[in-house]
C-alpha cells in the first residue's frame, strides 16, 4: 500500500516516532486510522439516534464537555 501525505504531516509523525509516542511511522499512521473510523463509527451512531445529523452546538458542547479538538478540515 501506498500513501501520499504532506511533508509537514510526515515530519510531525517522525517526530512522534523518535520521541517515543509510537513505535514506527506505520504504527503512528495505523493509530491515526483507527482514530478517524472510531470517530466515524460514532457519528454514524449520533446520526441514527437523532435520525440525520446531530445538532453543530450540540456536537460542539459534546467536544467541549470531552476536550476533544474540533474537527480537522479536510480539503
Excluded: F, I, K, N
Aim: zero cysteines.
Amino acid at each position: 500500500m501506498t500513501v501520499t501525505l504532506p511533508a509537514e504531516l510526515v515530519a510531525e509523525a517522525r517526530e512522534a516516532v523518535r520521541r517515543g509516542h509510537a513505535a514506527s511511522l506505520s504504527a503512528y499512521v495505523a493509530e491515526a486510522v483507527a482514530s478517524r473510523q472510531l470517530r466515524d463509527r460514532s457519528l454514524a451512531t449520533l446520526e441514527d439516534l437523532y435520525g440525520g445529523p446531530p445538532p453543530p452546538d450540540e456536537l460542539d458542547a459534546a467536544r467541549r464537555s470531552l476536550r476533544l479538538a474540533p474537527p480537522v478540515a479536510v480539503g
